[in-house]
Each structure stands twice: as C-alpha cells, then as structure tokens.
C-alpha cells in the first residue's frame, strides 16, 4: 500500500524553482522522507532524505512540515536535465527495511 | 569507491528459455541488495533483497529466483522465461547514509 501521495505531473519552466509536494500523512515517527529521480532509462538517483527539520545538499533542498505529514522538494533553478520522475518514499532508516516505491511525479523541465 | 556493476545492459530472449543476470558490488563489505523490476510504463516493483549471503527475501511470488553466493554478488535467475518477464531489471546496494544506489540496469525483452 502507498505511503505516500504525489501528483502524476508537473511542468516547470526552465531556470525557475521546481515544487515537489509529497503528502505523507501515516507516517511514523521513526520513519524518513527521501526523495529519488530517476531519468529515462536510467536507475533511480539517491537526492536528499530527512527526519524532521528541513535539508539542503548541492542538488535540492528538503522542506518537512511541523506535523511530518507532508513534504516539498525544492529544486531551485531547475534545467531541462532535471526532467524525471521523481519518487517520495517514506521508510525506516534501516537497510533491513527495503525502499518501496510508489508512482511519483514526472517532471517536465520546459524551455 | 564504492561502484556496482549490473550485466548484460540489454538482452532479447526466447519464451521458456533461462535467465541470469549478474550484480556485483565493489568497495564495500556486507552490502544490502536488491533487485528491483521496472515494466514498461510501470512503476519500480521490489522483487528480492538480501542483507547477506544465502539471506535472500522474496517479495513477489513468480517464476523467478535470486542467490547471493558471495558477499558482494547478487544473481536473479529463472529457469523458464515468460512474456511477462519483460522490463528493466534493476540492482541496488544500500549505502545507508547516501541512500541506494543503483546499477546502470538490463533491459530484457522476452520474444
């Protein structure tokens, strides 16, 4: 069963900020948020995750709310490479727990 | 560094015919791994995982099988190959603090 919800597409003209929301709402408190992409024909790519307060790392910045029931990835100046699907998984920070991934959100970067 | 190795990159193969592909990982030790199936227009479906040698989960009932005969190698299998089997076939290693990574994948076509 999903864990999470995330709308089948967005468009995002090119060079302006890309919102990603993730509803999450069942989550639990030991449970992370993480984000992946992945572009066509190519495996899934590792992009933040976090527990609580919010991250930023060289690719995207990570914005959980207050209640943990919802998330935003933020790619701040988006370019046409940043076209995928993009996956918001919620999961036990243990490599026991495998990583089980829903639809996500295909993102259109648009010239 | 850490690098995983996924192979053949493409493969067409004949109804009821076998299969194995091969991953391998290098740079670490006692990895976590798994085998991930993407269909066509379809979202990623977990398959197996393993969290060490000859400790393998499976998390689809199917016609296919998976061994880990040394630490760092995982092999997906099937003794006979149905239509249905047709996806990209995707092998991933927890790296537990930069999340998964995955291998460049197979692209099997059952004809």
């Known amino acids: 069963d999903a864990k999470t919800t995330q709308p089948p597409s967005m468009d995002c003209a090119e060079g302006r900020a890309a919102n990603l929301p993730c509803n999450h709402s069942t989550i639990s408190g030991n449970e992370y948020v993480y984000w992946y992409r992945q572009i066509h024909s190519q495996g899934p790519q590792y992009i933040i995750h976090?527990?609580?307060n919010n991250e930023t790392n060289e690719m995207a910045s990570l914005i959980i709310t207050e209640d943990r029931k919802s998330s935003t990835l933020i790619l701040p100046h988006a370019t046409l490479r940043d076209t995928a699907v993009y996956y918001c998984?919620?999961?036990?920070?243990?490599?026991?727990?495998?990583?089980?991934f829903g639809k996500g959100t295909r993102l259109s970067v648009i010239a | 560094s850490q690098t995983i190795h996924q192979w053949p990159a493409t493969l067409v193969q004949p109804v009821g015919s076998p299969l194995s592909l091969e991953c391998t990982v290098e740079?670490?030790?006692?990895?976590?791994l798994y085998w991930y199936r993407q269909a066509a227009g379809r979202g990623l479906q977990l398959l197996f995982y393993?969290?060490?040698?000859?400790?393998i989960s499976s998390e689809v009932p199917q016609n296919l099988s998976a061994s880990r005969p040394q630490d760092r190698q995982f092999i997906l299998s099937s003794k006979k190959l149905l239509l249905s089997d047709s996806g990209f076939y995707l092998c991933a290693w927890n790296g537990l603090r930069y999340g998964y990574t995955f291998g460049s994948g197979t692209r099997l076509t059952v004809v």
């Open positions: 998984i919620v999961s036990l920070h243990s490599g026991n727990t495998p990583l089980v």
């Open positions: 740079g670490t030790s006692n990895p976590n």
């Open positions: 393993s969290i060490g040698i000859d400790q």
């Open positions: 976090g527990l609580k």
